[in-house]
């Protein structure tokens, strides 16, 4: 089975001022004919939120979820960058795609439904920073030899000639037997490793999830509370004015408040006047 390293390297020749990357490089331990995927965290240092989009040459050979979002104010944003099956290695290990990510500061309380191509648009005077990732294939590191067959038992410990000119002996079927275990270990770890990142990707989709509710729910809230604080011929005015989305059949503005307004006046009076 042939497997390489995919890495994602921000350019050195940008410099992001909206949003910053964790890490700076991310890494593919890919398998050939089967999906894998990585992530990388966009954080928001500043006070303000920030809105970004996520392109690729490649969009076919990758996916990326989200492609845009909103990052709120210190906080951050999980991006999995998904790459399909490779049905082989590519020529020489040598990559051309690329990313580019841009990021624009967005009104308070702005969520990923805000999110406009207009937004992005560095013609309209809009401050858009950009920065480029560019991929990278590492090629695996060799396998060892194959181990030397041992000599029969009884047999005399002797050196022989290898068909390169080199001796094999004893001690070096013995370091050739614990170079493939150490092989063997590390195919084991990068197998947990890939586990425990798929888990940490679902868990920070999930607290991604529960951000955006908790924006939306505490947004509601705010809504509800200044709704309350309004008088009861402020509501009742604007529930009149705003019935079925338009103003109510029959009656013109300036009469619907006149009329409630005196409602609620004269509701108010003392009984031993009215």
Not at 24 to 30: D, E, Q
Not at 167 to 185: C, G, K, Y
Not at 186 to 206: C, D, H, P, S, V
Request: positive net charge; glycine residues 2%; charged residues 25%.
């Amino acid at each position: 089975m042939i497997t390489f390293h995919h890495e994602l390297h921000l350019s050195p020749t940008s410099s992001p001022h909206h949003l910053f990357f964790l890490p700076s490089a991310i890494t593919f331990l890919v398998e050939l004919r089967k999906q894998i995927s990585s992530s990388f965290q966009l954080l928001n240092k500043t006070d303000k939120h920030v809105a970004f989009k996520v392109k690729t040459t490649n969009p076919k050979k990758y996916s990326v979820r989200p492609n845009n979002g909103v990052v709120l104010p210190r906080s951050t944003c999980n991006v999995i960058v998904t790459m399909q099956a490779q049905k082989e290695a590519p020529p020489d290990m040598q990559c051309k795609d690329r990313f580019l990510v841009q990021s624009v500061v967005a009104r308070p309380g702005a969520t990923p439904k805000d999110i406009n191509p207009e937004m992005f648009n560095k013609e309209a005077g809009n401050h858009v920073e950009e920065f480029k990732l560019r991929v990278v294939y590492v090629s695996p590191p060799k396998p060892p030899s194959p181990v030397p067959e041992e000599s029969e038992e009884g047999a005399s410990p002797r050196a022989s000639e290898s068909e390169n000119g080199h001796f094999n002996t004893p001690e070096l079927a013995t370091v050739s037997r614990e170079h493939v275990e150490v092989q063997d270990n590390n195919t084991e770890a990068r197998a947990i490793f890939l586990k425990l990142t798929e888990e940490k990707n679902r868990i920070l989709q999930q607290n991604d999830k529960l951000r955006q509710e908790l924006v939306r729910t505490s947004e509601a809230w705010t809504y509800k509370k200044q709704w309350r604080s309004k008088s009861p011929v402020y509501r009742a005015c604007w529930l009149d004015w705003h019935s079925d989305g338009g103003v109510v059949l029959g009656s013109s503005f300036a009469a619907t408040v006149l009329t409630t307004s005196w409602k609620y006046l004269w509701s108010s009076m003392p009984k031993s006047i009215t």
